[in-house]
């Protein structure tokens, strides 16, 4: 119930016997700021499972409301059967530090390298350094900072997508202070 989340495409592959993949995962989150980690959970059954389980690395890529389409897709057919990149309209790109490909089409691609496997139940969270971040030069304003919300971003909530949407305020505006309004103008000349 916990909503929403964020819908990604997950990339792993792309080296030795496994074949480049595509795994939607809407259980995907920010775990630790020092060293940066994500986490990602994905159930033993899924064909992505045994390939990160095995190669100890992925990429998450944040798709945009360009990329809704295919991150559904990617998440009710199964890389054993279909070349997910292929069939979805994407393209694999190199990744910095990873062996597996980013998604060229996704606006953000976070690179990890898995630390720990815990095995919760139905599924099985995947803890992992991010080694290296990629994203789109339009999303960089002329100071260098991530403007986020030039992406387009989707979330997911109890089964449907959404576009984000309105900004409702900055981290901290609930206890910022107001700037006196009249101290912002100019001072009046007395007559």
């Known amino acids: 119930m916990l909503s929403p989340v964020p819908a990604v495409l997950v990339s792993c592959g ?75 309209g994407l393209t694999p790109a190199p990744s910095l530090k990873v062996e597996c490909p980013v998604v060229a089409e996704c606006p953000v691609n976070i690179e990890c390298r898995v630390t720990r496997t815990l095995e919760l139940g139905s599924h099985v969270m995947f803890l992992a350094e991010v080694v290296a971040v990629q994203a789109s030069s339009e999303l960089i304003d002329g100071k260098g900072k991530l403007c986020l919300e030039k992406a387009g971003l989707i979330a997911y909530v109890h089964g449907e997508y959404f576009a984000l949407g309105q900004t409702l305020g900055h981290f901290g505006f609930s206890v910022r202070k107001k700037k006196n309004a009249t101290a912002a103008k100019s001072p009046q000349r007395r007559k």
């Not at 809407?26 to 700021?33: D, E, I, K, R």
């Not at 992925?58 to 009710?76: E, L, R």
């Open 14 to 88: 792309g080296t030795g016997e496994w074949a480049p993949n595509l795994i939607t995962i809407a259980w995907a989150g920010t775990v630790c700021t020092n060293p940066p980690m994500i986490s990602i959970s994905v159930r033993p059954e899924r064909h992505s499972y045994n390939i990160i389980k095995q190669t100890g690395e992925f990429v998450v890529n944040i798709p945009s409301v360009k990329q809704a389409h295919a991150t559904d897709w990617c998440g009710v057919v199964s890389g054993r059967d279909h070349d997910k990149f292929e069939k979805a």
